[in-house]
C-alpha cells in the first residue's frame, strides 16, 4: 500500500520561508520514482510547482528562483522548500510520485499516487 504523507504547511507572513516534507512509503521509492510537488488554490486547477525524476529537476515559472525541491533518499522523504513566499503562493500542496516516471514532469496526468495535502496561507 502507497502512502505519501505531507507535512510542514502552515501560515507565514509574505517574505517568508516554509519547508515542506513527503515522506513516501510502500512501493514508492524516491530514489527510482518522479516525484513531484502540485498546488491548487481556491477555484483554480491543480497545477505542479516542482519535480524532480531521474532526468533532472524542474519548476514552474512561478516559483523558480525561490523553491528548491530535494530528496533524502535513505529517509525516502522529499522535501519542498519555499522562500520568498508571496500572498499567490496561499495553496494546498500536494505531494505526488509517478510509476516510475513522469514524462512530462509538472503535468498531473503523470502522477498516479498523491497525499492527502497540506494547507500554506500567506499573508500581508
Known amino acids: 500500500q502507497v502512502q505519501l504523507v505531507e507535512s510542514g504547511g502552515g501560515s507565514v507572513q509574505a517574505g517568508g520561508s516554509l519547508r515542506l516534507s513527503c515522506a513516501a512509503s510502500g512501493y514508492i521509492y524516491t530514489g527510482s520514482n518522479s516525484m513531484g510537488w502540485f498546488r491548487q488554490a481556491p477555484g483554480k486547477e491543480r497545477e505542479g510547482v516542482a519535480s524532480?525524476?531521474?532526468?533532472?529537476?524542474y519548476y514552474s515559472d512561478s516559483v523558480k528562483g525561490r523553491f528548491t525541491i530535494s530528496l533524502d533518499n535513505p529517509k525516502n522523504t522529499v522535501y519542498l522548500q519555499m522562500n520568498s513566499l508571496k500572498l499567490e503562493d496561499t495553496a494546498m500542496y500536494y505531494c505526488?510520485?509517478?510509476?516510475?516516471?513522469?514524462?512530462?514532469?509538472?503535468?498531473?496526468?503523470?502522477?498516479?499516487?498523491w497525499g492527502q495535502g497540506t494547507q500554506v496561507t500567506v499573508s500581508s
Open positions: 524532480i525524476t531521474s532526468s533532472g529537476v
Open positions: 505526488a510520485a509517478a510509476v516510475p516516471v513522469a514524462r512530462v514532469p509538472l503535468s498531473r496526468m503523470e502522477y498516479r499516487y
